[in-house]
């Protein structure tokens, strides 16, 4: 496509209950990255996908936080049990470029998360 | 540890003054700079970003920038706002790794 795509764009959840949210980084874009945003606050960093390098997960907040990426394509962000304090808009972005040379990054529109 | 701070929360201008909102970064060496803007309801958009040679970079907008080693600062300028300006402004810095975003400064214009 012809930006970054992101879904759901909004989803209301129940305590306790799993979610999926779903990026598609533009074609060709080898570097990946999961930001959170709160009401409010900054782009909390939570995951960077470069290539086939291991992923960074330096900034997952806890185990119920995990993310995947299929080779240089989608990526899916997965909180288990979601907690109140998960709702934010949690953000992607993806970039032509990665490591010590990144070229600008690409956002999604976010998806919206609230627990109940 | 690498970090990215943005002094100011909230800043409010009246339109047609200067503004410069502040940023300094924490990193070993001179990270790439970055500034991004989030208008209401709007994705981040890029303003201009710094990787090496003139330290006074323009971006879109009318907005320009100043790398200054010396006070490890990415200060972003404008001499004229315009009601439009009205948004978030982050600055980021990527050392060897990740991007790292400030916790932005919400930039309020008055008529």
């Known amino acids: 496509g012809a930006g970054v795509s992101q879904s759901p764009s909004n989803k209301v959840t129940e305590k306790g209950k799993d979610v999926e949210l779903r990026c598609d980084p533009i074609s060709g874009h080898t570097a990946l990255y999961w930001y959170r945003q709160r009401l409010g606050q900054g782009l909390e960093f939570l995951i960077y996908?470069?290539?086939?390098?291991?992923?960074?997960k330096s900034g997952l907040p806890s185990d119920r936080f995990s993310a995947e990426r299929t080779g240089e394509s989608v990526s899916t962000l997965t909180i288990q049990r979601t907690q109140q304090e998960d709702s934010a808009v949690y953000l992607c972005a993806s970039s032509s470029q990665g490591g010590y040379n990144t070229g600008e990054l690409f956002f999604g529109e976010g998806s919206r998360l609230t627990v109940l | 540890a690498q970090s990215v701070t943005q002094p100011d929360i909230h800043i409010t201008v009246s339109e047609g003054a200067s503004l410069e909102l502040r940023c300094n970064y924490s990193?070993?060496?001179?990270?790439?700079l970055f500034w991004y803007v989030q208008s209401p309801g709007q994705g981040l958009q890029l303003l201009l970003k710094y990787f090496s040679g003139d330290t006074l970079v323009q971006g879109i907008k009318g907005f320009e920038a100043e790398f200054k080693r010396s006070q490890s600062s990415f200060n972003l300028r404008k001499p004229s706002v315009h009601w439009s300006d009205a948004a978030e402004y982050f600055c980021a810095a990527q050392g060897a790794q990740k991007l790292v975003f400030g916790q932005g400064t919400r930039l309020t214009i008055n008529p």
């Open positions: 990193y070993g060496a001179t990270p790439y």
């Open positions: 996908f470069q290539g086939n390098s291991a992923p960074d």
